[in-house]
């Protein structure tokens, strides 16, 4: 399978960045957090899209590096789904754009992205 070159849109006015792997599917969104949303196909366990509310404060660097944020929408998922989301989280196209972390402060926080 030849993966498709994403497509990068922003909407200054709202300050939202739109990632579309493939655009015009249909897809499930799944809330990472309350700025980031993934799209995927879950029968074919696949990346359909990223959606980043609020782009400016998740791009923002800080002194010893990129922001993390924490995936809490995790522990909303059922195991399987959480299992098929950690699955494309860490693989092309998405591994291409977010960096997972283990660091974990609490027990609510499964993992945290982070802006390569």
Known sequence: MTMKKPIFNYDEISDTLYVSFEPGEKATGIELNEHILLR???NERRAIGLTFLEYSLLAQKTEVGPRS????????LSEEL??????????PPVSYILSL???TPSSSIFSAINFP
């Open 69 to 76: 944020f924490p995936l809490t929408g995790l522990s909303e």
């Open 101 to 103: 972390s283990t660091y």
């Open 40 to 42: 995927i196909n879950i």
């Open 82 to 91: 959480r299992e098929i989301v950690l699955y494309i989280l860490l693989r």
